[in-house]
């Protein structure tokens, strides 16, 4: 049996907003690891001008039949208005790594 992972990414604007959000997702379930990478700089177009600001990154793992919750809880949690978020599928990876994230993604019964 082929296991996949979701790699999702997004930014924060701080580390206590990231920590926030990957401890949340963490204890829901909807990630299985998130790895937050301090020291970004970002810049970007937003509403017609160009911004530069720090930021935090989130490496989110989670397995694809939770990413519609992880999306909507991302979305809720995050302090931006319009929060970035890309999901990135892979089949390829360590077998044993890949069941670890999907046994720590699925839901409590």
Do not use: F
């Not at 930014?11 to 998130?34: G, H, K, N, Q």
């Not at 810049?43 to 989670?62: C, D, M, N, S």
């Not at 039949?65 to 949690?77: N, V």
């Amino acid at each position: 049996m082929v296991m996949t992972a979701l790699l999702c990414l997004t930014t924060c604007p701080d580390p206590d907003s990231a920590e926030r959000i990957a401890a949340t997702l963490v204890e829901e379930r909807l990630a299985a690891c998130v790895n937050l990478i301090p020291g970004l700089r970002s810049v970007y177009r937003w509403q017609g001008a160009i911004q530069r600001e720090a930021e935090v990154l989130l490496l989110i793992k989670t397995h694809p039949d939770r990413y519609p919750a992880l999306q909507t809880r991302l979305t809720a949690l995050h302090p931006y208005e319009l929060p970035e978020l890309i999901a990135v599928e892979s089949a390829t990876g360590l077998p044993a790594y890949l069941h670890w994230v999907a046994d720590n993604t699925r839901p409590v019964e």
